[in-house]
């Protein structure tokens, strides 16, 4: 059973549902996320776990670990979770949470990761889903896809699309093992 974190307009979530994979719970850091509605559209458990809601971010991420467990998530996949998990949600996933991130990881990490890629004029970029750990963007690749930076003008729309796909195929491999 995978279980989905989202903050905003919940694409890759939708790519997932739309891929017939098995989640069964959505949790967004996010009252007002467009990732909710895709949730309840699809018959998906969702919660919202705001930070302001408690006292600490850990208080908060173990919350919505245990949320997720009561769900019975087995696996995590952050689809465009734009907070760092704490040590505390880590350690109830041990090696079963994943992330899709619009760079070739090493380069590139964190929340600006395309326009990076511009500013700095690679020819090439990609996507990444690896392992989430404790640093931003630091988890061990599983699969890297690499895509051309031209033509920029639809540089982000082609990014959305390896994602769309790509994730998707590596969360059902994990599902299988």
Known sequence: MIGVLVSGEGTNLQALVDAGLPVRAVASNRAGARALERAERAGIAAEVFELDSYRSRDERDQAMAAWLASQGVELVVCAGYMQLLTPGFLDRYPGRIVNVH??????????????DALAAGVETTGVTVHLVDEGLDTGNVIRHEPLPVEPRETLTERIQAIEHRLLPEVVRELCVH
Do not use: M, T, Y
């Not at 590139?108 to 990761?113: H, I, Q, T, V």
């Open 102 to 115: 619009p760079s070739l990881l090493p380069e590139f990490p964190g929340a600006r990761a395309i326009d």
